[in-house]
């Protein structure tokens, strides 16, 4: 079929679809054309095989009813009719067949009741063994899902904390901002009094000498030499205590040499009366 002859039968097949309703607007090329013929096809193919179940339904029906009016006849003849037959039977015999719609029998034989109950229990076990397995699938879930949410109560506490200790941080970076900019601009302002002044001293032409630097330098190397020159005049007063004849002073000395010996006779002796 050439494509004028599927678009066509595509837009026949969209007005039977709509039917009163107004075909929406779509884009027409070949691709979709088609596409669209593909769909048509199977649409019709289904709507044949469709078309053959209800036939069959409506045959099946029509030998129902004639089986049905003919055993009704029987039943009349016999006296079995349902205008024969009490309420209390004739109630029984409707939940029969209501039972047998339900059921999906066969017949009415008591083997095909027998068969249908049969199934209906191994059906009723496979819903309870499902039902088993459902309820440990759900459990198992509930159990994931009291995991997850004492992992979502952790990880929102911990998020909180976190944003909380990002707040206080950013409040000390926002002050230790200001705090920089404040000292960046008091940098620069002593750096430029820096300048004036040292323009200014270098105008003075001030000794370097008496720089405050200068001071310190020396006073440090001063204090080095008083630490060095103490030794010495303590040695210097040592020497100075002597007579200033040689004479006198190996006298003197031997003066000291003959108390020093007293005084260790006199040592020993105490630590022997004391060792006694």
Same mark, same amino acid.
């Given at each position: 079929?050439?494509?004028?002859?599927?678009?066509?039968?595509?837009?026949?097949?969209?007005?039977?679809?709509?039917?009163?309703?107004?075909?929406?607007?779509?884009?027409?090329?070949?691709?979709?054309?088609?596409?669209?013929?593909?769909?048509?096809?199977?649409?019709?193919?289904?709507?044949?095989?469709?078309?053959?179940?209800?036939?069959?339904?409506?045959?099946?029906?029509?030998?129902?009813?004639?089986?049905?009016?003919?055993?009704?006849?029987?039943?009349?003849?016999?006296?079995?009719?349902?205008?024969?037959?009490?309420?209390?039977?004739?109630?029984?015999?409707?939940?029969?067949?209501?039972?047998?719609?339900?059921?999906?029998?066969?017949?009415?034989?008591?083997?095909?009741?027998?068969?249908?109950?049969?199934?209906?229990?191994?059906? &009723?076990? #496979?819903?309870?063994?499902?039902? %088993?397995?459902?309820? $440990?699938?759900?459990? /198992? !879930? +509930?159990?994931?899902?009291?995991?997850?949410?004492?992992?979502?109560?952790?990880?929102?506490?911990?998020?909180?904390?976190?944003?909380?200790?990002?707040?206080?941080?950013?409040?000390?970076?926002?002050?230790?901002?200001?705090?920089?900019?404040?000292? &960046?601009? #008091?940098?620069?302002?002593?750096? %430029?009094?820096?300048? $004036?002044?040292?323009? /200014? !001293? +270098?105008?003075?032409?001030?000794?370097?000498?008496?720089?405050?630097?200068?001071?310190?330098?020396?006073?440090?190397?001063?204090?080095?030499?008083?630490?060095?020159?103490?030794?010495?005049?303590?040695?210097?007063?040592?020497?100075?205590?002597?007579?200033?004849?040689?004479?006198?002073?190996?006298?003197?000395?031997?003066?000291?040499?003959?108390?020093?010996?007293?005084?260790?006779?006199?040592?020993?002796?105490?630590?022997?009366?004391?060792?006694?």
């Amino acid at each position: 079929m050439d494509l004028s002859s599927q678009r066509l039968l595509v837009g026949k097949w969209l007005e039977e679809i709509f039917d009163q309703d107004e075909v929406p607007e779509f884009e027409l090329n070949t691709q979709i054309i088609q596409q669209l013929y593909q769909m048509v096809l199977i649409s019709r193919k289904n709507d044949k095989k469709t078309q053959l179940v209800i036939d069959d339904l409506n045959l099946k029906i029509n030998e129902y009813n004639a089986e049905a009016h003919r055993l009704s006849e029987v039943l009349c003849r016999l006296g079995l009719g349902q205008i024969h037959l009490s309420k209390s039977c004739a109630n029984n015999v409707m939940m029969l067949a209501k039972l047998g719609n339900l059921l999906n029998v066969k017949d009415s034989s008591d083997t095909c009741f027998y068969l249908a109950l049969q199934h209906l229990d191994n059906e &009723l076990e #496979k819903v309870i063994q499902q039902r %088993k397995i459902e309820a $440990k699938h759900v459990e /198992q !879930l +509930s159990a994931k899902s009291y995991r997850a949410v004492l992992k979502y109560s952790s990880l929102k506490k911990a998020l909180e904390d976190v944003q909380e200790k990002a707040e206080k941080e950013h409040q000390t970076n926002e002050e230790r901002k200001n705090n920089t900019t404040f000292l &960046l601009g #008091k940098s620069e302002k002593y750096e %430029k009094e820096i300048n $004036k002044l040292q323009r /200014q !001293l +270098s105008k003075t032409l001030v000794d370097e000498s008496v720089f405050h630097e200068k001071l310190v330098e020396k006073s440090e190397v001063l204090k080095s030499l008083q630490a060095k020159l103490s030794p010495l005049q303590a040695e210097l007063q040592s020497y100075q205590s002597l007579p200033p004849d040689l004479t006198e002073t190996k006298i003197r000395i031997e003066q000291l040499r003959k108390e020093l010996a007293t005084l260790e006779k006199d040592l020993l002796e105490s630590l022997d009366v004391h060792c006694l």
